[in-house]
C-alpha cells in the first residue's frame, strides 16, 4: 500500500473499531498492534462488554452517561455490519443489596433520579423481583431495575471487527509494537495504545481489575446483576453457554501479575452472596488488566500538531460505554466537522487541524 490516509496504532478496542469505521469511509487504512489479532492483550479483552449509561452514574459523570445512552443506540447498528453474528443482549441491569447495604442502596437511588430522570428506573418490591429475575426466588425483597442496558461479548466483538478489518482491505501489522522510532509514514497517525501510551502520555494511570469467568449452565440469569456494596461491588454477567462474567476489582496500579488471592475471594464471595447456587459453578479463568484512565478519569482526545498524531486514551472502566461515541465523533474531526455535543471529550484541538485530510477525494464521503 502506498502511505495511508490514517494509520491506528493499537487495535484493542478503540483502535480497531476506528480503523474499521475509517475504512468504511474509503479511506486507506494501516492498523499495528503489539499483539496478535484476538487482542488478548488488550484491557477489551479482560471486560465484561457491559453497556450500562444509566448505572454508570452512580460512580461517573453524568456527561459518560449522555454518551453512553447515544452508544447504546449505535451498539445494535455497527453489530449489524458486521460479517458474524456477536453476542448481545439489551434485557437490562437489576441492582441489589443486602438489608444490612440499604444505605448504600440509598445513595445509589438518589444519584440515578438526580442524573438521570430521562431514564427509567423502576423500584421493585416482594415478588416482583423475582418475576423479573426467576433465579433469585425471594432472597432479596428489593432492588432497582434499568432496562434500558446492555452487554456485549467482549472477546466475540474483537474477533468479528478483526474479520471485517480483512474484509474491508485494511493493511494490518499485528505484533508490531510502534513508538517514536518506527512511527507510521501516514496522512495522520492515531494513537490507541491504551496503557501502551504511557511514556506519551506522562497523566495516564492504570486502574487494575482482576475478572472472573464461571461456567454455570444450570443457572439462567437474563439480566446483568450488580450488587450495590461499600466495599464489595460486584457484577455478574450472564454470556452465551452457561458462562457469567464476575467482575471487577478496582485497584490504582498498572500492575497486571494475576490475579491476588484476595481479589478473587472478594469476587467469589460477593457473587456467591447473590446466588448462593455459584458453589457449584466451574472456574474457567482468572484475569487480570490495567484500565487507561486520565487523572479526571474522562476520556480525551489529544491532537499533536507537530508530529501529527491524534491520541484518543483514558477510556477507563468506559471502553464499551464509550467506543461507538467516540468514534463517531472522531470520524467527523477528521472530515471537518464537529458535532460539539460532548464536552468530556476534552477535544484539545480544533477541525481546522485536520485541513490536509480534507483534500483527500476519499476524506470527503465521510
Ligand atoms: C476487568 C475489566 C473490566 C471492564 N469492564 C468493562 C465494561 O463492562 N464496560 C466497559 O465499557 N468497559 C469495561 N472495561 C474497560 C475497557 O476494557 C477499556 O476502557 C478499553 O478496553 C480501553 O480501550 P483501549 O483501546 O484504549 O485500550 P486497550 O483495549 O487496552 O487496547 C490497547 C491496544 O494497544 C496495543 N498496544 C500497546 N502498546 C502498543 C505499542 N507500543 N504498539 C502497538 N500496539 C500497542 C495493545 O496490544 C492493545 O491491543 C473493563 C476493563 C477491565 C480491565
Given at each position: 500500500m502506498s502511505q495511508p490516509d490514517v494509520a491506528v496504532v493499537g487495535g484493542g478496542l478503540i483502535g480497531r473499531c476506528l480503523a474499521w469505521r475509517v475504512s468504511r469511509c474509503g479511506a486507506r487504512v494501516a492498523l499495528y498492534d503489539s499483539a496478535d489479532s484476538q487482542g488478548m492483550n488488550s484491557a477489551a479483552w479482560a471486560a465484561a462488554g457491559m453497556i450500562a449509561p444509566t448505572t454508570e452514574v452512580i460512580d461517573s459523570d453524568a456527561q459518560i452517561s449522555s454518551m453512553g445512552a447515544n452508544s447504546?443506540?449505535?451498539?445494535?447498528?455497527?453489530?449489524?455490519?458486521?460479517?458474524?453474528?456477536?453476542?448481545?443482549?439489551?434485557?437490562?441491569?437489576?441492582?441489589?443489596?443486602?438489608?444490612?447495604?440499604?444505605?448504600?442502596?440509598?445513595?445509589?437511588?438518589?444519584?440515578?433520579?438526580?442524573?438521570?430522570?430521562?431514564?427509567c428506573v423502576r423500584y421493585l418490591e416482594g415478588s416482583q423481583v423475582a418475576d423479573v429475575e426467576p433465579e433469585l426466588g425471594s432472597r432479596f425483597p428489593r432492588a432497582l431495575y434499568v432496562p434500558a442496558e446492555a452487554q456485549v461479548d467482549n472477546r466475540?466483538?474483537?474477533?468479528?471487527?478483526?474479520?471485517?478489518?480483512?474484509?474491508?482491505?485494511?493493511?494490518?501489522?499485528?505484533?508490531?509494537?510502534?513508538?517514536?522510532?518506527?512511527?507510521?509514514?501516514?496522512?495522520?497517525?492515531?494513537?490507541?495504545?491504551?496503557?501502551?501510551?504511557?511514556?506519551?502520555?506522562?497523566?495516564?494511570?492504570?486502574?487494575?481489575?482482576?475478572?472472573?469467568?464461571?461456567?454455570?449452565p444450570e443457572i439462567q440469569l437474563s439480566h446483568m446483576l450488580r450488587l450495590l456494596h461499600p466495599r464489595y461491588p460486584v457484577y455478574v454477567v450472564p454470556r452465551s453457554e452457561g458462562q457469567l462474567v464476575v467482575g471487577a476489582t478496582a485497584f490504582e496500579s498498572d500492575d497486571r501479575s494475576p490475579a491476588s488471592v484476595r481479589g478473587i475471594l472478594e469476587l467469589l464471595t460477593s457473587a456467591y452472596s447473590i446466588i448462593p447456587a455459584l458453589a457449584e459453578a466451574r472456574i474457567l479463568e482468572f484475569n487480570t488488566q490495567v484500565r487507561p484512565a486520565?487523572?479526571?478519569?474522562?476520556?480525551?482526545?489529544?491532537?499533536?500538531?507537530?508530529?501529527?498524531?491524534?491520541?484518543?486514551?483514558?477510556?477507563?472502566?468506559?471502553?464499551?460505554?464509550?467506543?461507538?461515541?467516540?468514534?463517531?465523533?472522531?470520524?467527523?474531526?477528521?472530515?471537518?466537522?464537529?458535532?460539539?455535543?460532548?464536552?468530556?471529550?476534552?477535544?484539545?484541538?480544533?477541525?481546522?487541524?485536520?485541513?490536509?485530510?480534507?483534500?483527500?477525494?476519499?476524506?470527503?464521503?465521510?
Amino acid at each position: 500500500m502506498s502511505q495511508p490516509d490514517v494509520a491506528v496504532v493499537g487495535g484493542g478496542l478503540i483502535g480497531r473499531c476506528l480503523a474499521w469505521r475509517v475504512s468504511r469511509c474509503g479511506a486507506r487504512v494501516a492498523l499495528y498492534d503489539s499483539a496478535d489479532s484476538q487482542g488478548m492483550n488488550s484491557a477489551a479483552w479482560a471486560a465484561a462488554g457491559m453497556i450500562a449509561p444509566t448505572t454508570e452514574v452512580i460512580d461517573s459523570d453524568a456527561q459518560i452517561s449522555s454518551m453512553g445512552a447515544n452508544s447504546l443506540k449505535l451498539w445494535p447498528q455497527w453489530l449489524a455490519e458486521l460479517p458474524i453474528p456477536v453476542f448481545y443482549r439489551d434485557n437490562g441491569t437489576l441492582l441489589l443489596w443486602h438489608v444490612e447495604d440499604t444505605g448504600e442502596a440509598a445513595r445509589a437511588q438518589s444519584m440515578l433520579t438526580s442524573r438521570q430522570s430521562q431514564l427509567c428506573v423502576r423500584y421493585l418490591e416482594g415478588s416482583q423481583v423475582a418475576d423479573v429475575e426467576p433465579e433469585l426466588g425471594s432472597r432479596f425483597p428489593r432492588a432497582l431495575y434499568v432496562p434500558a442496558e446492555a452487554q456485549v461479548d467482549n472477546r466475540g466483538f474483537l474477533k468479528a471487527v478483526g474479520l471485517a478489518l480483512e474484509e474491508a482491505g485494511v493493511e494490518s501489522h499485528w505484533e508490531t509494537a510502534i513508538d517514536d522510532s518506527n512511527r507510521p509514514d501516514a496522512g495522520i497517525v492515531v494513537d490507541c495504545r491504551g496503557m501502551g501510551a504511557k511514556s506519551d502520555l506522562r497523566s495516564l494511570r492504570g486502574v487494575r481489575g482482576e475478572i472472573v469467568r464461571l461456567h454455570a449452565p444450570e443457572i439462567q440469569l437474563s439480566h446483568m446483576l450488580r450488587l450495590l456494596h461499600p466495599r464489595y461491588p460486584v457484577y455478574v454477567v450472564p454470556r452465551s453457554e452457561g458462562q457469567l462474567v464476575v467482575g471487577a476489582t478496582a485497584f490504582e496500579s498498572d500492575d497486571r501479575s494475576p490475579a491476588s488471592v484476595r481479589g478473587i475471594l472478594e469476587l467469589l464471595t460477593s457473587a456467591y452472596s447473590i446466588i448462593p447456587a455459584l458453589a457449584e459453578a466451574r472456574i474457567l479463568e482468572f484475569n487480570t488488566q490495567v484500565r487507561p484512565a486520565l487523572p479526571n478519569n474522562q476520556p480525551a482526545i489529544l491532537f499533536d500538531p507537530e508530529r501529527r498524531i491524534l491520541r484518543l486514551n483514558g477510556l477507563y472502566r468506559h471502553g464499551f460505554l464509550l467506543t461507538p461515541t467516540i468514534v463517531e465523533e472522531v470520524l467527523g474531526l477528521l472530515s471537518g466537522r464537529s458535532s460539539g455535543r460532548w464536552p468530556c471529550l476534552n477535544v484539545n484541538c480544533s477541525v481546522a487541524s485536520f485541513g490536509l485530510l480534507n483534500t483527500s477525494a476519499e476524506m470527503q464521503k465521510w
